[in-house]
C-alpha cells in the first residue's frame, strides 16, 4: 500500500469560524500584506494561505525554527502546496569553506520557484531563518538572465549549450548521476538541473534537439519524453569578468587571490572557490519576492538580535583574515539595511 501521509488542512475550517480570524483575514484584505507575530501557528498561517491564495514567505529568527515550522506547515497546508525551506549557508562568511551541495542546490531551487520561472499549481510557500534571507545571492536579474529553457525541436549546438552550463557551474562527468552534473557523448547531452527530480538525456540531430526524456541517474535508463525544461544556475555563484577587473583595480590584492581570480575568470573550479561569492552575489533573498504575497515577520525582535549575533560572530571571522582587503564586499544584509 502507498504511504499515507497526515495531513490536517481539513481541520482548517473550524479555525476560519473564529471572531480573531476573521478579524486577521479582514485586516489584510485591506491591503496589509505584512504581519508582524509573536510565535508562528502553522494553523494560522496555513488558514491565511488558503484564504487569501497568495504567495506566502516566513522569516524566523533562528534555522531550528525555520526547520520545524517547514515540517508544521507541511502537515496544516493542503497536499498540492509544497512548503519550501530556504536555508542557511553552512559556514560563517569570509570562512573558506566548500558548501553542502544539497543546502546550496535547495537555495537555488526556492530563488527559481519564487522567480516564477516554472508554473506551479499553487502559489509557493517558503520559510527561511533569518540568516538565510539575510546572506547575499546572486542578483535577481543575473539569475533571470542565466535561467532559461530547452524545447524539443529548437535549434542550438551541444558544444555551445555545455560551455554555457559550465559558466553556471555545472561540471561535466562521464556519467550524471546527482542534480548539478552534465555530462555529453557524441549526439547525447545529459544533464540534471537543480530544480528537477530526475535528469534529462538530450538526443541532437546536427544542431537540433529531437528528443528530451527524462532517465533513472541509477540505471541510466531512458524514462518519459517531454516537450521542455528549465535549466537554472548549478552553484550559488555567477562568475563576470569585469567584477573581478573592478574588484582588482580597488586596492592592493595578494598574489594569491589574484591567482585563484585568474582560475575563476579562466572557469577553471578550486576547492572553497565560493570564498568569492561575495564579489559576484550581492542580489538579496527579498529581491525575489513575487507581487502581491503574504510576508510574516515571526518575532522581529529576535530577528533583530539574530543577525547582530552573526554579524559579530562573521566580522570576527574577517579581522583574522590578514589576506582579506578592505575593499572586500560584505557577504550579508546587516540588519540596519533589512529593516530599512
Known amino acids: 500500500m502507498p504511504e499515507q501521509h497526515l495531513n490536517l488542512s481539513p481541520l482548517l475550517s473550524y479555525l476560519k469560524e473564529t471572531p ?5 483575514v479582514e485586516s489584510l484584505s485591506q491591503g496589509s500584506r505584512v504581519m508582524v507575530i509573536e510565535g ?3 494553523y494560522l498561517l496555513a488558514g491565511l494561505y488558503q484564504k487569501l491564495g497568495l504567495p506566502l514567505v516566513v522569516i524566523t529568527p533562528r534555522p531550528e525554527a525555520a526547520h520545524r515550522l517547514q515540517e508544521e506547515l507541511s502537515l496544516w497546508c493542503p497536499v498540492s502546496a509544497a512548503v519550501h525551506l530556504f536555508p542557511e549557508p553552512d559556514a560563517l562568511p569570509y570562512e573558506r569553506l566548500s558548501p553542502d551541495t544539497a543546502t546550496v542546490q535547495e537555495r ?11 508554473s506551479k499549481n499553487s502559489a509557493p510557500i517558503v520559510v527561511a531563518s533569518a540568516w538565510a534571507a539575510a546572506y547575499k545571492t546572486i542578483p535577481h536579474d543575473h539569475f533571470a538572465q542565466a535561467c532559461h529553457s530547452i524545447r524539443r525541436g529548437m535549434k542550438a549546438s551541444p558544444l555551445e549549450l555545455v560551455n554555457r552550463w559550465q559558466e553556471l557551474g555545472y561540471k561535466l562527468e562521464a556519467t550524471v548521476e546527482v ?4 555530462g555529453r557523448r557524441g549526439g547525447l547531452v545529459d544533464i540534471f538541473p537543480p530544480n528537477a527530480e530526475l535528469p534529462y538525456r538530450l538526443e541532437f540531430l546536427g544542431n537540433e534537439v529531437e528528443s528530451i526524456r527524462t532517465f533513472d541517474p541509477t540505471t541510466q535508463r531512458s524514462l518519459t519524453l517531454t516537450e521542455l525544461i528549465y535549466i537554472i544556475p548549478a552553484r550559488e555563484m555567477l562568475v563576470r569578468q569585469e567584477q573581478i577587473v573592478n574588484f582588482l583595480s580597488q586596492g592592493h590584492v595578494e598574489e594569491g587571490m589574484k591567482e585563484e581570480l585568474a582560475w575563476l575568470d579562466q572557469g577553471q573550479a578550486f576547492p572553497g572557490e565560493e570564498f568569492y561569492a561575495p564579489l559576484f552575489n550581492q542580489g538579496s533573498f527579498f529581491d525575489y519576492l513575487p507581487q502581491p504575497l503574504l510576508l510574516v515577520l515571526n518575532e522581529p525582535e529576535e530577528i533583530k538580535m539574530e543577525l547582530e549575533e552573526m554579524e559579530r560572530r562573521a566580522l570576527e571571522v574577517r579581522g583574522e583574515k590578514a589576506d582579506l582587503p578592505p575593499h572586500f564586499p560584505t557577504p550579508f ?8
Request: aromatic share 6%; glycine share 6%; proline share 6%.
Open 179 to 182: 542534480p548539478g552534473q552534465m
Open 108 to 118: 537555488l531551487r526556492t530563488l527559481s520557484l519564487l522567480l516564477g520561472q516554472e
Open 40 to 42: 508562528a501557528k502553522p
Open 20 to 24: 480573531a480570524y476573521r478579524q486577521v
Open 333 to 340: 544584509l546587516r540588519w540596519t539595511e533589512l529593516a530599512a
